[in-house]
C-alpha cells in the first residue's frame, strides 16, 4: 500500500497541471492507496481557501475521494461523519476535531463563531461547550 500526500490529491481534483494531474489519475486508479485523514484536512483547505472553491464542491470532491476504489481513508467513518456535520453547517476542521473526539464526553473550544451554537442545534456528540471565564 502507498500513501498519497496533499499535492497529489489537489492535482488530481484541481487539474492544473496536466502532466502531474495524469499521474496522480494513474496513482489514484492504481489502487491499494491510503490517505491519511490529515491530508483531507489539508485538502479541505486547499481547494476552499486556496483554489477558492465553493463549499458544494470541496464536499463533492471528498464524497468522491472516500469512495474511491482501491483508496482506503484514515478513520473512514470520522470522515464521513465530518462531511455530514459540515453539510449541516459545521466548519469541515470543526467537524472532523468533534467527530475524532466521539469517545470524550465533551469538546471544548473557544469559537466565537457559533461553532458551540451550531453543535447544541444539531445534538452532535460529544457537546462542544464553551469554557467559562
Known sequence: MRAVDTNILARYYLRDDAAQGHIAAEVLSSGDVFVPKTVILELEWILRYV????????????????ALPGV??????????ALSHCRNGIDFADALHLA??????????????????????????????????
Not at 471544548?108 to 451554537?117: E, I, N, Q, S, V
Open 51 to 66: 483554489a477558492d472553491q465553493p463549499e458544494d464542491k470541496v464536499m463533492e470532491c471528498l464524497a468522491h475521494l472516500i
Open 72 to 81: 482506503t481513508v484514515e478513520d473512514r467513518d470520522e470522515i464521513e461523519a
Open 100 to 133: 475524532a473526539s466521539k469517545a470524550c464526553s465533551e469538546l471544548l473550544t473557544f469559537d466565537d463563531r457559533g461553532y458551540a451554537r451550531r453543535a447544541k442545534k444539531l445534538r452532535l456528540k460529544p457537546a462542544v461547550r464553551v469554557p467559562n471565564r
